[in-house]
C-alpha cells in the first residue's frame, strides 16, 4: 500500500509541475473522470510532458486545463493533492503563495457537493464547528483518559472499595491535570473560534473567559435580566461562546476599517471587548438562565410521569442542554434527591446520552471505515466516550456531521427509556457517567445501569447505521467500494467469456464515440462505446448489471453487469456544472438494472438552453477486461435497441 500511496504522490507532484508549478494553479474542481485546473499563465502549462506522466489518460485545454484521470483512480490522486495543497475546493489563491492549490477531496462527488453545502447555513455552522474543536481533540483525548481513570477511582472511594487516606491524592492529582483542559475549555473554544471567524485570537479567549464570571462579587451578583435571580458561571454554554466571539469577530473587522490606523490598537479591541462582552453578560447568559429557569418546570413533570418515557425524553434530550450550558439546573435536582432518598434517580439516565454518542461513533466507524481522517478521530475519542468523557466524541466526531449527533441522541433516550422501566436505578454521589458511573450505582442494581448502557449503545449505533449517515459522506464511501482496482476484478471475473449486450439509453440516433463533442470521449481516453444525441428526455439503463455509483449531481451513473465491465453512463457534455438541477434519477445505488429500467430523465431544453451538450455517453472504462467489441447499429433508434456487444476475456 506504501508503494500505491508513493506513485500516486509522486503523481500528483508531476502533474503540478507540468502545469506550471504550484503557483500557476489558481483553483481545480473535479467531474468522474479528470481533474479541472484554471491556471494563471497558459504559455507555463507542458501539455506534451502531462500527456507523457504515467497514469495520465490525456489533456485537453478548453476553458480549463483537463488532466484525464479516469474514475476509480481520479480520487487517489485528487487525495495526493489534497495532501500537497490546504485551503478550499475552488478558492482564489494569491500568486506566488507556493501552496496555490485547493483541498480537492479524493472523490469528484465531494466536489460538487460542496457548492450545495457553501448554500446550507446549517451546513456552514457545523463546517465552522468541526474547525474549531478539531484541533483540541489530542487535549481532549488525553485530558478525557486522565479524567476516566480518576473518575473510577472516585467512585471506588466513595464506594468504600478503595481506601481514601491511600488513594484520594492520587485523584487530587489527576483532576488537576484533567481541569487544565475541562475547567477553561470556554477560553480555549475562544480562541479556536476567533481563528475560525477572523478575529484576535487572544480577544476571543477573553470572551470565552467572560462566561465564568471570575471577577463577579458572590455577595453582589450580577441579576439576571429576564427573571431577576443572580448569574450563574457557564450560562450560554460552548454555543454562548462560539455566537459571541462571531459577534465579536464583526464587530472587530467593521472597527479596523473605520478607525484611523494611529489610535486602531488601541480603541478597537478596547470597543470590541466591551461591547461584545456586555452584550455576553446581559443577553447571552441571561437569555441562557432564562431558558434553563424554563425547563426545571418541564423536567420536573417529566419526572413527575416516570417510566420509559421520562428515561426517553431526559437521556434524548441532555446532549443538547450541556451544548448551551443548560444542564446545570439540574445539580439541584441531583443533590435534592441524595439527599431525601439517598440517591439520585436522574444521573444513570442522562449518563445514557453519552452512551448513544458511543454506538452512534462505532456506527461511523464501520459504514465510514474508508474515511482514514474521520476513523483515526473515532478510534482516539471511543475510549474516553465509554469512560464517560463525551466531549471529543460530541465536538469532533458527531456534531460537526449533523445527523449522527440526532441519532446519538435517540440512542441516548432508549437507553433512558430501558433504565427508567427497570426502575429504582439511582447513583449515591454525583460524577462522572459512562463505564464509570457503575461503582456509583445504589442497591446492587448496577445490572439495570448496565442494561441502559447496552441499551444506549445499541440503540445510537442502529439509529446511526441506517439514518444517521450523511450522504455526502455515503457517497464518499460506496464510491470508495465501487471503484476497485482491477486486479481484485480479474480474480473475481467468470472463466468463460461472457457477452454483454449494450442499448440505446434514450430514443435519438446512436453515434460512434470518435463523434463525440468532448475530445475526452473522442479520443477514447476513457474507454470504448458509444453514445446517443436523445429526442426524449427518458434515460434508460444501458446494459444490465448493478448500478456502483450515482453521482451527486445527478449526471453520471456508474454500473458494473455481472462480468465484471465497469460501465459509464455520462449525461450530456459538461453538465457536471448544472448541479444536478435538469436530471431526475430513479434508481438507487446497489439496484439492479435492465435496458428496461428507466433510470433518469434528463430536460434536455434546460441543457441547451445552458450551453451544455445533450449527448448520452456509453463506456467501458476497463477496457483491459474486454476481449472483443462491436457497434452494431447507428443512426436512428428506439430507446431499448440493441447497439454495441462487448465480449470478456
Known amino acids: 500500500m506504501a508503494k500505491e500511496e508513493l506513485t500516486l504522490n509522486q503523481l500528483a507532484k508531476e502533474i503540478y509541475a507540468a502545469a506550471g508549478g504550484m503557483d500557476n494553479v489558481q483553483s481545480v474542481v473535479h467531474c468522474m473522470t479528470r481533474v479541472r485546473m484554471s ?3 497558459d504559455t507555463k502549462v507542458d501539455q506534451a510532458k502531462l500527456k507523457s506522466i504515467p497514469g495520465v489518460l490525456g489533456v485537453v485545454d478548453d476553458e480549463q486545463l483537463q488532466v484525464i484521470i479516469g474514475p476509480g483512480k481520479v480520487n487517489k490522486v485528487a487525495k495526493e493533492m489534497v495532501d500537497l495543497a490546504g485551503v478550499e475546493l475552488g478558492e482564489e489563491l494569491p500568486q506566488g503563495s507556493g501552496k496555490d492549490m485547493v483541498n480537492a477531496k479524493a472523490a469528484e462527488m465531494k466536489a460538487a457537493q460542496k457548492a450545495k453545502q457553501k448554500k446550507s447555513p446549517i451546513k456552514a455552522v457545523l463546517k465552522d464547528i468541526s ?30 472499595t478503595l481506601d481514601a487516606a491511600t488513594w484520594q491524592q492520587f485523584v487530587d492529582v489527576l483532576n488537576i491535570l484533567k481541569n487544565g483542559m475541562f475547567t477553561y475549555l470556554v477560553i480555549y473554544t475562544g480562541i479556536n473560534s476567533a481563528q475560525v471567524f477572523g478575529a484576535n485570537p487572544t480577544l476571543g479567549g477573553v470572551i470565552g473567559a467572560v462566561v465564568m464570571l471570575t471577577g463577579m462579587n458572590p455577595e453582589a451578583p450580577i441579576k439576571n435580566l429576564f427573571t431577576g435571580d443572580a448569574l450563574a458561571a457557564g450560562q450560554g454554554g460552548i454555543i454562548g461562546v462560539i455566537f459571541a466571539v462571531w459577534l465579536l469577530s464583526m464587530i472587530e473587522k467593521k472597527l479596523h476599517q473605520i478607525i484611523p490606523d494611529a ?39 417529566v419526572l413527575s410521569v416516570g417510566g420509559a418515557f421520562s428515561g426517553f425524553v431526559l437521556g434524548a434530550l441532555f446532549l443538547p442542554m450541556v451544548m448551551f450550558g ?18 439520585t434517580l436522574l444521573l444513570p439516565i442522562l449518563a445514557m446520552a453519552g452512551a448513544g454518542q458511543v454506538g452512534a461513533a462505532f456506527a461511523l466507524w464501520i459504514k465510514l471505515r474508508k474515511d482514514k481522517e474521520l476513523t483515526e478521530m473515532i478510534k482516539g475519542a471511543l475510549p474516553v466516550g465509554i469512560l464517560g468523557i463525551g466531549e471529543p466524541l460530541i465536538y469532533g466526531v458527531t456534531l460537526p456531521l449533523g445527523r ?26 454525583i460524577g462522572p457517567s459512562g463505564a464509570a458511573l457503575i461503582p456509583l ?13 447496552l441499551a444506549a449503545y445499541a440503540g445510537g449505533f442502529v439509529a446511526t447505521y441506517f439514518f444517521g449517515i450523511p450522504k455526502d459522506k455515503l457517497a464518499e464511501q460506496q464510491l470508495a467500494e465501487s471503484t476497485v482496482s482491477a486486479e481484485p476484478m480479474v480474480e473475481t471475473k467468470v472463466a468463460a467469456h461472457s457477452t454483454d449486450v449494450f442499448t440505446a439509453v434514450a430514443q435519438g440516433e446512436v453515434h460512434p464515440l470518435e463523434d463525440a463533442a468532448d475530445p475526452v470521449f473522442a479520443e ?25 455509483t450515482i453521482f451527486p449531481t445527478k449526471h453520471a451513473i456508474g454500473i458494473t453487469t455481472d462480468s465484471g465491465l465497469e460501465v459509464l453512463l455520462h449525461m450530456g457534455i459538461n453538465t457536471v456544472e448544472l448541479e444536478g438541477k435538469p436530471f431526475e434519477v430513479f434508481v438507487t445505488e446497489g439496484q439492479h438494472v435492465t435496458p428496461e429500467t428507466k433510470v433518469a430523465t434528463a430536460d434536455l431544453a434546460a441543457i441547451k438552453a445552458a450551453g451544455k451538450g445533450i449527448s448520452m455517453m456509453v463506456l467501458i472504462t476497463n477496457m483491459n477486461e474486454v476481449e472483443t467489441y462491436v457497434l452494431e447499429k447507428i443512426g436512428k433508434v428506439n430507446a431499448e435497441t440493441e447497439v454495441f456487444k462487448a465480449q470478456t476475456k
Open 39 to 41: 491556471v494563471r499563465d
Open 441 to 453: 450505582i445504589a442497591n446492587g442494581r448496577w445490572w439495570g445501569y448496565v442494561l441502559g448502557l
Open 524 to 548: 477514447k481516453m476513457m474507454g470504448e462505446g458509444y453514445f446517443v444525441e436523445p429526442t426524449s428526455n427518458e434515460i434508460f439503463a444501458p446494459v444490465a448489471g448493478k448500478v456502483s
Open 404 to 429: 449522527p449527533f440526532v441519532t446519538a441522541c435517540v440512542g441516548g433516550g432508549i437507553g433512558g427509556a430501558v433504565i427508567g422501566a427497570i426502575g429504582g436505578v439511582g447513583a449515591i454521589a
Open 263 to 301: 489610535i486602531d490598537i488601541i480603541i478597537t479591541p478596547m470597543v470590541s471587548l466591551l461591547v461584545v462582552g456586555l452584550l455576553e453578560i446581559f443577553l447571552i447568559m441571561p437569555l441562557a438562565g432564562f431558558i434553563s429557569n424554563g425547563m426545571v418546570g418541564g423536567i420536573n413533570w
Open 131 to 160: 474547525n474549531i474543536f478539531v484541533p483540541m481533540i489530542p487535549a481532549f483525548v488525553g485530558s478525557g483518559l486522565i479524567a476516566g481513570v480518576a473518575a473510577i477511582m472516585a467512585n471506588l472511594i466513595t464506594a468504600g
Open 326 to 343: 443548560l444542564h446545570q439546573i439540574l445539580t439541584p435536582i441531583h443533590i435534592q434527591m441524595i439527599g431525601e432518598t439517598g440517591m
